[in-house]
């Protein structure tokens, strides 16, 4: 009776042990993760709909840019955080406008202006941690 239970156990702890050896590991991301990720999907998408000359969905993902990016620098506690999240704001309205105008050469520009905030950030900020 000891060699059955022993065998059924060893079967179950095997088979449960598989089961989760399929899954995944997913790891649950930090709020800001979460809003840079945004951020970068909003800007590839921005350089690809330029080449198509898509100036509409280059507007509409500049205007969630700097909704989302003055939603935040107003919240953020940390000075240059907030200095560096507010100026994308307010590069993203400037391709937004551009857009409108059919602009590309400002928005490509305006983009790698966005760029360069991102980087400053990511060096004084992220990654100094």
């Known amino acids: 009776m000891k060699m059955i239970i022993a065998i059924l156990s ?6 449960a042990l598989s089961a ?4 995944e590991v997913k790891l649950q ?16 998408a921005m350089f690809e709909n ?23 620098g107003e919240k953020s506690l940390n000075p240059l955080g907030k200095e560096l ?7 993203a309205g400037d391709i937004s406008a551009a857009a409108a105008r059919q602009d590309g050469d400002t928005a ?7 760029g360069g905030k991102c980087g400053e950030c ?8």
Do not use: Y
Not at 55 to 71: G, M, P, W, Y
Not at 108 to 114: D, F, N, P, R
């Open 10 to 15: 060893a079967a179950i702890l095997a088979s």
């Open 50 to 72: 330029l080449g198509a000359k898509n100036f509409i969905a280059v507007a509409r993902d500049a205007d969630e840019l700097a909704a989302q990016t003055r939603k935040a």
């Open 108 to 114: 490509k520009a305006k983009l790698g202006e966005i």
């Open 29 to 44: 991301l930090r709020p800001s993760q979460i809003m840079m990720q945004a951020r970068k999907a909003w800007m590839m």
């Open 20 to 23: 989760c050896a399929g899954d």
């Open 122 to 129: 990511h060096a004084s900020i992220r990654d100094k941690k």
């Open 85 to 91: 999240t507010l100026a994308i704001s307010s590069l």
